[in-house]
């Protein structure tokens, strides 16, 4: 039943009711059809008989009838010029959309970009550390766009039609990240099991068991209470509105949108990787809460051939250093691979150890990650979220390293003699 009236939502929308008058004719339409039944209302008062009646008087009314309701049409409804919003969508919950954009809430702002397939939240910091999320298309079940095309620069063909259909610019905004996190928990987006968990799991942030999002007797999945989320943005400069129903409850919010800043992505030449690892998110959670204790202040990632393939060290601490090793193995890590660039078989990078456990958020909730480093030094990190309904959603963060003095230098070029005898990149699937 529900499948279907949705099917007719979706072929309704796409063939639109187109009165016989076109709005803009309505007024011009409506005022003479009032003109000339004031005038034949007119002429039958001047002259009342069983002969003009049907002549004068039925054409009168029928002309002040219809002219009458042409200018209400006209006026009443088409007088604002109301244009379809350049973005509106309707999700059935709003839990994964909040927590997607939990796990890159390490700034005040955040970047939105709206596009043709979903829209895309990205938040820097220091243009150092970098964390993008994807609102795809299919979390949604309703999305819509109004783009505006960019202006023509020489005349229509075929092809440059094509082309500039290709070439819709998305649109841009910022919005306050606190206030649309807090707007998206309004109704239901962490239901009590998942308050708790955060609330008991506060003093311990580095915890993988956090995945306790089973509805108590009170929640609103178990009660039977359906909850829609319908987002719209109408034109450029106003604010991004959010509407929130729930058993019955609709609340209604306005974001403040901002001038955005365009910020570039940090360079990150996928073409060039010196690494490429794949394992369970969880593993490198739990290294994490291996090194927290320390207190440190740098993370030194190493990768090489030899084992451990995967190192990860922690320095400049209260408490000492610490290293967590990985083994290369189907049990840890999935996939593994690194560059040999003549005698160095080695990526080895220092970051901020606060950056990468901004981060932890969104290993709580993804089941694997990606790690990739660049020749330049740059670190990838590309989790692969889980949505309800066998979904998949994408979490991107890039950290730039520590700039490389002339002793890390030569300790590299001493350390460059690890590799195996194979040689090339080994691959473990």
Same mark, same amino acid.
């Given at each position: 039943?529900?499948?279907?009236?949705?099917?007719?939502?979706?072929?309704?929308?796409?063939?639109?009711?187109?009165?016989?008058?076109?709005?803009?004719?309505?007024? +011009?339409?409506?005022?003479?059809?009032?003109?000339?039944?004031?005038?034949?209302?007119?002429?039958?008062?001047?002259?009342?008989?069983?002969?003009?009646?049907?002549?004068?008087?039925?054409?009168?009314?029928?002309? +002040?009838?219809?002219?009458?309701?042409?200018?209400?049409?006209?006026?009443?409804?088409?007088?604002?010029?109301?244009?379809?919003?350049?973005?509106?969508?309707? #999700?059935?919950?709003?839990?994964?959309?909040?927590?997607?954009?939990?796990?890159?809430?390490?700034?005040?702002?955040?970047?939105?970009?709206?596009?043709?397939?979903?829209?895309?939240?990205?938040?820097?910091?220091?243009?150092?550390?970098?964390?993008?999320?994807?609102?795809? !298309?299919?979390?949604?079940?309703?999305?819509?766009?109004?783009?505006?095309?960019?202006?023509?620069?020489?005349?229509?063909?075929?092809?440059?039609?094509?082309?500039?259909?290709?070439?819709?610019?998305?649109?841009?905004?910022?919005?306050?990240?606190?206030?649309? +996190?807090?707007?998206?928990?309004?109704?239901?987006?962490?239901?009590?099991?998942?308050?708790?968990?955060? #609330?008991?799991?506060?003093?311990?942030?580095?915890?993988?068991?956090?995945?306790?999002?089973?509805?108590?007797?009170?929640?609103?999945?178990?009660?039977?209470?359906?909850?829609?989320?319908?987002?719209?943005?109408?034109?450029?400069?106003?604010?991004?509105?959010?509407?929130?129903?729930?058993?019955?409850?609709?609340?209604?919010?306005?974001?403040?949108?901002?001038?955005?800043?365009?910020?570039?992505?940090?360079?990150?030449?996928?073409?060039?990787?010196?690494?490429?690892?794949?394992?369970?998110?969880?593993?490198?959670?739990?290294?994490?809460?291996?090194?927290?204790?320390?207190?440190?202040?740098?993370?030194?990632?190493?990768?090489?051939?030899?084992?451990?393939?995967?190192?990860?060290?922690?320095?400049?601490?209260?408490?000492?250093?610490?290293?967590?090793? *990985?083994? !290369?193995?189907?049990?840890?890590?999935?996939? *593994?691979?690194?560059?040999?660039?003549?005698?160095?078989?080695?990526?080895?990078?220092?970051?901020?150890?606060?950056?990468?456990?901004?981060?932890?958020?969104?290993?709580?909730?993804?089941?694997?990650?990606?790690?990739?480093?660049?020749?330049?030094?740059?670190?990838?990190?590309?989790?692969?979220?889980?949505?309800?309904?066998? !979904?998949?959603?994408?979490?991107?963060?890039? *950290?730039?390293?520590?700039?490389?003095?002339?002793?890390?230098?030569?300790?590299?070029?001493?350390?460059?003699?690890?590799?195996?005898?194979?040689?090339?990149?080994?691959?473990?699937?």
């Amino acid at each position: 039943m529900d499948s279907s009236l949705h099917e007719v939502w979706q072929a309704a929308s796409g063939s639109p009711f187109i009165p016989t008058v076109g709005k803009d004719s309505q007024f +011009l339409v409506g005022f003479v059809l009032l003109v000339l039944g004031f005038g034949l209302s007119g002429a039958f008062a001047l002259n009342r008989s069983l002969v003009t009646l049907p002549a004068l008087a039925v054409p009168a009314s029928l002309a +002040l009838a219809v002219g009458v309701v042409y200018m209400f049409c006209a006026v009443g409804v088409y007088s604002s010029g109301v244009q379809p919003p350049i973005f509106r969508a309707i #999700a059935s919950s709003t839990r994964p959309l909040y927590q997607l954009l939990k796990a890159i809430h390490f700034t005040n702002k955040v970047h939105v970009e709206i596009t043709e397939n979903g829209i895309r939240f990205s938040t820097d910091h220091a243009r150092v550390m970098q964390g993008v999320a994807q609102w795809n !298309k299919n979390l949604f079940t309703t999305y819509s766009t109004n783009l505006p095309l960019p202006p023509p620069s020489s005349p229509s063909s075929s092809s440059s039609s094509s082309s500039s259909e290709k070439d819709i610019q998305p649109i841009t905004f910022q919005l306050s990240l606190p206030a649309l +996190l807090e707007t998206l928990q309004i109704f239901g987006a962490a239901d009590a099991a998942a308050r708790q968990a955060k #609330a008991d799991n506060s003093s311990d942030p580095y915890r993988s068991n956090l995945r306790n999002y089973r509805p108590d007797a009170f929640s609103a999945q178990t009660l039977g209470m359906s909850g829609t989320c319908i987002l719209s943005y109408t034109s450029e400069g106003d604010p991004f509105s959010i509407i929130l129903e729930e058993g019955g409850v609709s609340t209604t919010c306005n974001l403040t949108t901002y001038v955005p800043e365009i910020p570039e992505d940090i360079p990150f030449d996928i073409e060039d990787l010196g690494f490429k690892i794949i394992t369970q998110a969880r593993w490198l959670l739990d290294a994490l809460a291996e090194l927290a204790p320390a207190f440190p202040e740098k993370l030194t990632i190493s990768v090489t051939k030899k084992e451990p393939h995967l190192k990860l060290q922690s320095s400049g601490g209260a408490l000492g250093s610490s290293t967590v090793d *990985f083994a !290369k193995g189907r049990d840890l890590l999935e996939t *593994f691979s690194v560059r040999d660039s003549g005698r160095r078989q080695k990526w080895c990078q220092t970051f901020k150890f606060d950056m990468v456990k901004s981060a932890s958020e969104a290993m709580k909730i993804a089941s694997k990650v990606s790690l990739r480093g660049d020749t330049q030094g740059v670190l990838s990190m590309q989790f692969m979220v889980e949505i309800e309904g066998e !979904k998949l959603s994408f979490l991107d963060f890039r *950290f730039v390293p520590y700039a490389h003095s002339e002793d890390d230098e030569e300790d590299e070029e001493e350390e460059g003699d690890w590799g195996g005898e194979n040689g090339g990149m080994e691959v473990d699937d």
